[in-house]
């Protein structure tokens, strides 16, 4: 199984950067399709982005699309979420999720589909 902790998170001026990475425990790491979601207060949790098990397939939410990047060593067991042009909106608790799946061709995007998860790290964009 799978344990996930996340890191990076912290408070950014509109249009600065920040990198968020999630370290995984367990031996079969390669085989978990992972994933970011985020939650605003009073929100509901939201996809972010998505990546398959070798990299070579990612997804991201509209929102997100062109300003966020995420990707994955299977090597150091840790994938990351590289975010550029913060904006104001972007401002939620981001947690990082995996689940095992049976094929490198497939992307999770519901948050249902996902069975591991960590405890979140803040982030906060002001304007």
């Known amino acids: 199984q799978v344990q996930l902790v996340e890191s990076g998170g912290g408070l950014v001026q509109a249009g600065g950067s920040l990198r968020l990475s999630c370290a995984a425990s367990?031996?079969?790491?390669?085989?978990?399709?992972m994933g970011w979601f985020r939650q605003a207060p009073g929100k509901e949790r939201e996809f972010v982005a998505a990546i398959s098990w070798s990299g070579g397939i990612t997804y991201y939410a509209d929102s997100v699309k062109g300003r966020f990047t995420i990707s994955r060593d299977n090597g150091q067991n840790s994938i990351t979420l590289q975010m550029d042009s913060l904006k104001p909106e972007d401002t939620a608790a981001y947690y990082c999720?995996?689940?095992?799946?049976?094929?490198?061709?497939?992307?999770?995007?519901?948050?249902?589909?996902?069975?591991?998860w960590g405890q979140g790290t803040q982030v906060t964009v002001s304007s």
């Open positions: 999720a995996a689940v095992r799946t049976r094929s490198d061709s497939y992307i999770a995007e519901r948050a249902a589909e996902y069975d591991r």
């Open positions: 367990g031996r079969t790491f390669a085989r978990y399709v």
